[in-house]
């Protein structure tokens, strides 16, 4: 059983969102809140292991709440859901790796979506823990990148991504359809990928190996990555011999 709290100075608001987890069997709402404050002291004594959290609310907002409960080394950290009126706090609720961030008003089928999202995280955590893999909490490899691009938020999965590219202080993220620039560096990106998935071939690139179809060889010496879509891919002499490696595994 999943025990949820829910953090919103609107009564309608709070009524809403309890009607709709009626359909989420294994969800039980142990507490309701209007103010940050009350959240804070609420997640406290119940220690719940999902917090519907509205961004705007009376004294501190949801980020001070998030940020008051993280202070807190003795406390587990709830999974965060974010439940507001307004986008333009999703990134940053990205940032503190909130969960999921929920528009209101929001569908059945959208909030079926975020509580989903919570059970994989905590069967991944448990998973983890079960297997002894000596990583971190929180390390787990990211299922998907939330950046902003042409006006939109995208939330995009890493699975579609097939390569990485750098450009300057950019990464190019590849699906096939599109392409993405995103700020950041490739070592940081590359540490929140699953190394049996994605795999650096070259300095200035990563290769998703669901998308690699060969490695080749070219008569002056110099190798590249094929990819499915005929795609080549440079690949530096000194990353060859571990992605032949991994190929033949």
């Not at 507490?31 to 404050?37: L, R, V």
């Not at 069967?123 to 490899?141: F, M, Q």
């Not at 669901?210 to 530096?236: P, W, Y």
Request: glycine share 4%.
């Amino acid at each position: 059983m999943i025990q949820a709290i829910l953090a919103d100075d609107e009564v309608l608001a709070r009524q809403k969102l309890r009607q709709l987890l009626r359909d989420e069997r294994d969800v039980e709402v142990v507490g309701e809140c209007t103010s940050a404050s009350e959240t804070i002291e609420l997640v406290r004594i119940t220690k719940p292991e999902l917090l519907f959290l509205d961004i705007r609310m009376p004294g501190m907002d949801g980020f001070d709440v998030i940020g008051a409960l993280s202070s807190e080394r003795d406390l587990p950290m709830p999974a965060i859901v974010f439940t507001t009126a307004y986008d333009q706090y999703a990134l940053r609720a990205f940032e503190v790796h909130a969960v999921d961030y929920l528009l209101k008003p929001f569908s059945p089928e959208r909030l079926h979506s975020a509580v989903q999202r919570v059970r994989e995280r905590a069967l991944a955590r448990l998973s983890s823990v079960v297997a002894n893999t000596g990583k971190e909490e929180g390390s787990l490899p990211a299922t998907r990148i939330v950046f902003k691009s042409r006006g939109r938020i995208l939330f995009l999965p890493v699975a579609d991504i097939r390569w990485v590219g750098a450009e300057e202080n950019y990464v190019r993220l590849c699906t096939g359809a599109e392409t993405h620039l995103l700020r950041e560096t490739m070592s940081h990106l590359e540490a929140r990928l699953d190394p049996q998935s994605f795999l650096r071939v070259h300095r200035s690139f990563i290769v998703n190996l669901d998308f690699v179809k060969e490695v080749r060889t070219e008569q002056d010496g110099e190798s590249f990555v094929l990819m499915t879509d005929g795609q080549k891919i440079a690949m530096s002499r000194g990353y060859r011999l571990r992605i032949l490696e991994v190929l033949h595994r």
